[in-house]
């Protein structure tokens, strides 16, 4: 789950005032449906996956079936139905701000949105249970937290808190277990210091999450949606999301050197150098810098999730 699209939400009276939607075809466009997936969202959970696969440490060649059955899981089928279940549940306040959007503007009528959002559920499921039971269980887990991230009465996307740490874990964590757990021999659980990985980018991501969270503050101000940084302020909300991004990188650099992975214990250390040098940059202007942040030092933090799983796949080869 993308980012997630995190469209602001729907306030009570935008709601009860919005125009009808009239549908001017009876069945979706198929670009329309593309859109609402919103394959560009699709990239962050496959390379958390992609990080996944590297740490199982097996031959992937050998694999191919299972690899491009889970990088369908993670992108177009789990993160899909959070895009369309997330398109569906906002489509009243889309239809004021933005009506071009595939449900409001009519190219997906009627409840079409809704139910291609359970199709895509029902899909996502099929798919996770031919790849073993744990990656079912982690594909249960992520569906419920895309639609609890947009649909009432929990809309995790209302408060800061909740939505980061669903997204975080839905964009990496989930998608790393599932590559690792899709290629686990036997249907076994993956190792340990492989899911404390995934854990630990996880928290790192949401990181991530608030430095996204600084474009909209005003209007989610207006809409009562309590981003971080509309709940903390701007400069704790950045200091937060700093502190946040590099402490578990920190933890996952001393998992490596304990294990006696240092080469690549170096070389996360060296990523981290280069994030921690960029964030007094954007300390000092969040809002206008934390795109900018996101393409650089964001870069250097998912390149370490690779290296990291690197390090990790020798556990395949350990009796």
């Given at each position: 789950?993308?980012?997630?699209?995190?469209r602001?939400?729907?306030?009570i009276?935008a709601?009860?005032t919005a125009?009808?939607?009239?549908?001017?075809?009876?069945?979706?466009?198929?670009?329309?449906v593309?859109?609402?997936l919103?394959?560009?969202?699709?990239?962050?959970?496959?390379?958390?996956?992609l990080?996944?696969?590297v740490?199982?440490?097996?031959?992937v060649?050998?694999?191919w079936?299972?690899?491009?059955?889970a990088?369908?899981?993670?992108?177009?089928?789990?993160?899909?139905?959070?895009?369309?279940?997330?398109d569906?549940?906002?489509?009243?306040v889309?239809?004021i701000n933005?009506p071009?959007?595939?449900?409001p503007?009519?190219?997906?009528?009627g409840?079409?949105?809704?139910?291609?959002?359970l199709?895509?559920?029902?899909?996502?499921m099929?798919?996770?249970a031919?790849?073993?039971p744990?990656?079912?269980?982690?594909?249960?887990?992520?569906?419920?937290?895309a639609?609890?991230?947009s649909a009432?009465?929990?809309?995790l996307?209302l408060?800061?808190?909740?939505?980061?740490?669903?997204?975080?874990?839905?964009?990496?964590?989930?998608?790393?277990?599932?590559?690792?757990?899709?290629l686990?021999?036997?249907?076994?659980?993956?190792?340990?210091?492989?899911?404390?990985?995934?854990?630990?980018?996880?928290?790192?991501?949401?990181?991530?999450?608030?430095?996204?969270?600084?474009k909209?503050?005003?209007?989610?101000?207006k809409?009562?949606?309590?981003?971080?940084?509309?709940?903390l302020?701007?400069?704790?909300?950045?200091?937060?999301?700093?502190?946040v991004?590099a402490?578990?990188?920190?933890?996952v650099?001393?998992?490596?050197?304990v294990n006696?992975?240092t080469?690549?214990?170096f070389?996360?250390?060296?990523?981290?150098?280069?994030?921690?040098?960029?964030?007094?940059?954007?300390?000092?202007?969040?809002?206008k810098?934390?795109?900018?942040?996101?393409?650089?030092?964001?870069?250097?933090f998912?390149?370490?999730?690779?290296?990291s799983?690197f390090a990790v796949?020798t556990?395949?080869t350990i009796?």
């Amino acid at each position: 789950m993308s980012t997630l699209a995190r469209r602001t939400a729907p306030a009570i009276a935008a709601s009860r005032t919005a125009p009808p939607v009239l549908a001017s075809r009876q069945y979706p466009a198929p670009r329309a449906v593309l859109e609402l997936l919103k394959p560009v969202t699709w990239f962050a959970p496959m390379w958390a996956l992609l990080c996944g696969v590297v740490s199982a440490g097996v031959p992937v060649l050998e694999h191919w079936p299972s690899i491009l059955a889970a990088a369908l899981l993670a992108g177009p089928l789990v993160c899909g139905t959070s895009q369309a279940s997330n398109d569906w549940f906002d489509r009243r306040v889309d239809a004021i701000n933005e009506p071009q959007r595939p449900i409001p503007s009519g190219r997906v009528p009627g409840r079409w949105g809704l139910g291609i959002a359970l199709l895509w559920t029902a899909l996502s499921m099929a798919v996770a249970a031919a790849l073993g039971p744990w990656v079912f269980v982690a594909a249960l887990v992520g569906l419920a937290l895309a639609w609890a991230y947009s649909a009432p009465p929990l809309r995790l996307k209302l408060n800061g808190w909740w939505g980061n740490t669903a997204v975080g874990l839905c964009y990496e964590g989930l998608p790393w277990f599932t590559g690792a757990a899709a290629l686990t021999y036997h249907y076994q659980l993956p190792d340990v210091r492989i899911i404390s990985l995934a854990l630990l980018y996880s928290a790192g991501a949401f990181g991530i999450m608030v430095l996204n969270d600084f474009k909209a503050i005003e209007g989610d101000q207006k809409l009562g949606v309590r981003t971080i940084p509309v709940q903390l302020g701007v400069r704790p909300a950045v200091l937060l999301a700093c502190v946040v991004m590099a402490i578990p990188q920190v933890v996952v650099i001393g998992l490596l050197w304990v294990n006696g992975w240092t080469t690549h214990a170096f070389i996360v250390a060296g990523l981290l150098v280069a994030q921690l040098l960029l964030m007094p940059w954007l300390v000092r202007n969040p809002r206008k810098r934390a795109p900018l942040y996101n393409a650089t030092g964001t870069t250097f933090f998912v390149a370490g999730m690779l290296v990291s799983g690197f390090a990790v796949r020798t556990l395949a080869t350990i009796p």
